[in-house]
């Protein structure tokens, strides 16, 4: 909800490597712990991290920032089934449950933008950012390339059958902006993955900010490389047999004529002469601009040349060739 580009961390990978580059560590009812943790965790403020905790947390521990217990309704009197049962029948959907349900939500995004408050006066700055808390980002990256995921999060009631009124699972439409660092000025375009396109962009100081809008709650991928994608090329055999086997090297390079530096989704397909596509590859990923792929053929595929068809999906860029039949 706070948009601060979250990963979850296990006591055993503490233990295993510390707590080496992580700037701010969020421990909910952190109530028991091993001493090593506690040593882990002590040291790692004194290196100047971050510690987010609730009124739940082990008293040998001192909280940086102190947020509200994530607890939103008590434990049911029995867990027996019919006692629950009845409670439930006693509910009122259109008001009880639903109201608090909508409660919930609002608590979970004070108390997030409590956090990302109390962390920009300490001078942390999220790496990626949205401009509502119901676009929820998450960064990732391959290289040097930032790639990033937008979710659409505003929902409401509608028709879901079952315990009503606890989940809000109708989305709706919303639109905003998200954005990421980029302090070096190095990003010169921006593709959407999932749906492809190349995207506007505007820079604002050290950030890229890219406009986004969604129809109901579905989700963004993003990409921002330093420069456009401009060619597609295929490698490839000039002639197969029925019942062979058909290398492919797919290609996909920038407006330098270099491989793009990342991991790109393709499409690599194979038809018969009689347009039967041939079983195999489909989707694909290019990593560093190159997938390289094998089709074999079928010996009763149709008499006549085969059609190969590469496409980028970031840019939409589609080349097709033939492959003569033997």
């Given amino acids: 909800r706070a948009r601060l580009d979250p990963r979850v961390i296990y006591e055993e990978t503490i233990l295993r490597d510390g707590l080496d580059g992580v700037k701010v560590l969020y421990a909910p009812q952190l109530k028991f712990t091993t001493p090593r943790i506690v040593s882990q965790i002590a040291e790692f403020q004194r290196r100047g991290g971050v ?3 609730d009124k739940e947390l082990l008293p040998v521990l001192k909280a940086d920032v102190t947020v509200p217990l994530m607890a939103f309704e008590a434990p049911p009197e029995s867990d027996h089934a019919e006692d629950v049962d ?4 006693e509910r009122d959907p259109q008001a009880r449950t639903r109201k608090a349900t909508v409660r919930a939500k609002t608590y979970m995004q004070e108390s997030a933008d409590f956090i990302r408050r109390e962390l920009a006066v300490r001078g942390y700055v999220a790496p990626a950012d949205s401009s509502s808390a119901d676009i929820v980002v998450y960064g990732r990256r391959f290289g040097d390339v930032p790639y990033l995921f937008a979710i659409n999060d505003r929902r409401t009631f509608g028709d879901y059958v079952g315990q009503w009124g606890r989940v809000m699972e109708k989305g709706e439409p919303n639109e905003g902006w998200v954005q990421v660092q980029d302090p070096s000025g190095a990003i010169g375009a921006v593709y959407e993955l999932s749906k492809g396109g190349e995207l ?8 890229i900010r890219v406009p986004v809008r969604y129809e109901t709650n579905d989700g963004r991928l993003f990409v921002f490389l330093k420069s456009k994608i401009a060619k597609v090329e295929a490698d490839v055999q000039d002639a197969v047999r029925r019942g062979g086997k058909l290398s492919v090297a797919m290609t996909v390079r920038d407006a330098n004529g270099r491989p793009v530096a990342a991991l790109l989704p393709v499409d690599i397909r194979l038809y018969d002469a009689a347009g039967r596509e041939i079983d195999g590859v489909g989707y694909s990923v290019a990593e560093n601009g190159v997938a390289k792929v094998e089709f ?3 010996v009763d595929d149709a008499d006549g040349d085969y059609r190969l068809v590469c496409a980028d999906r970031a840019s939409g860029i589609t080349i097709s060739k033939t492959i003569r039949q033997k």
Avoid: H, K
């Avoid at 506007?200 to 950030?207: K, L, Q, V």
């Fill in 296 to 298: 074999t053929t079928n």
């Fill in 86 to 89: 009845r409670m439930e029948s």
């Fill in 200 to 207: 506007p962009f505007a820079r604002r100081d050290s950030r």
């Fill in 51 to 53: 510690l987010i905790a």
